[in-house]
T-cell receptor, first 119, second 108 residues
Framework: GAVVSQHPSRVICKSGTSVKIECRSL??????MFWYRQFPKKSLMLMAT?????????EQGVEKDKFLINHASLTLSTLTVTSAHPEDSSFYIC???????????????FGEGSRLTVL | RKEVEQDPGPFNVPEGATVAFNCTYS??????FFWYRQDCRKEPKLLMS???SGNEDGRFTAQLNRASQYISLLIRDSKLSDSATYLC?????????FGTGTSLTVIP
């Protein structure tokens, strides 16, 4: 089945620095990937939809300049948290729609998640 | 109104019990339905898709009621390893909508 890999799984950084998280589809091409944020014991919150070759679509309330998304290829999307602050500490997860190579199979496959801690 | 509504629980049940979760969705144009399982500090993983005719996978049974716009998940003979959060996910077009998740703890 489709596999999505996310890296790094954990990152600790100082306040004011930028952190890049990568999301790769390993055995399929993903024209669309999704980025989520999850707080402890809360549901996934969609941050943005990443579209290959075009600008990401951000959800209301998500700062585009704060969370930079780049989807430069069919297998890679990146999320950069710029000028990170402690309140950005969270669990960030990416996902992509599964495909059998010919068509969208419908379900979502998730990366392993990245736990960001900003000191 | 939320796209997907789900009782957050928690559900605490003894081993061997049968437990059922429900989830309602607001948009009748929703196309696909899924149950995902999420363990603590892990990513969600697909448990099963939900088909109109209902489907079963071992101890798990999923059902869809389009008229009433709800989906359900039934877990029979609960195991300790079933303890997790169960997410209801609804797809419409290019978008996926998540329930808040239902927390299940199976007690020895």
């Amino acid at each position: 089945g489709a596999v999505v890999s996310q890296h790094p799984s954990r990152v600790i950084c100082k306040s004011g620095t930028s952190v890049k998280i990568e999301c790769r589809s390993l055995d399929f091409q993903a024209t669309t990937m999704f980025w989520y944020r999850q707080f402890p014991k809360k549901s996934l919150m969609l941050m943005a939809t990443s579209n290959e070759g075009s600008k990401a679509t951000y959800e209301q309330g998500v700062e585009k300049d704060k969370f930079l998304i780049n989807h430069a290829s069919l297998t890679l999307s990146t999320l950069t948290v710029t000028s990170a602050h402690p309140e950005d500490s969270s669990f960030y997860i990416c996902s992509a729609r599964g495909t059998d190579g010919r068509q969208d199979t419908g379900e979502l496959f998730f990366g392993e998640g990245s736990r960001l801690t900003v000191l | 109104r939320k796209e997907v509504e789900q009782d957050p629980g928690p559900f605490n049940v003894p081993e061997g019990a049968t437990v059922a979760f429900n989830c309602t969705y607001s948009n009748s144009a929703s196309q696909s339905f899924f149950w995902y399982r999420q363990d603590c500090r892990k990513e969600p993983k697909l448990l099963m898709s939900v088909y109109s005719s209902g489907n079963e996978d071992g101890r798990f049974t999923a059902q869809l009621n389009r008229a009433s716009q709800y989906i359900s998940l039934l877990i029979r003979d609960s195991k300790l390893s079933d303890s997790a959060t169960y997410l209801c996910v609804v797809r419409r077009g290019n978008q996926f909508y998540f329930g808040t998740g239902t927390s299940l703890t199976v007690i020895p």
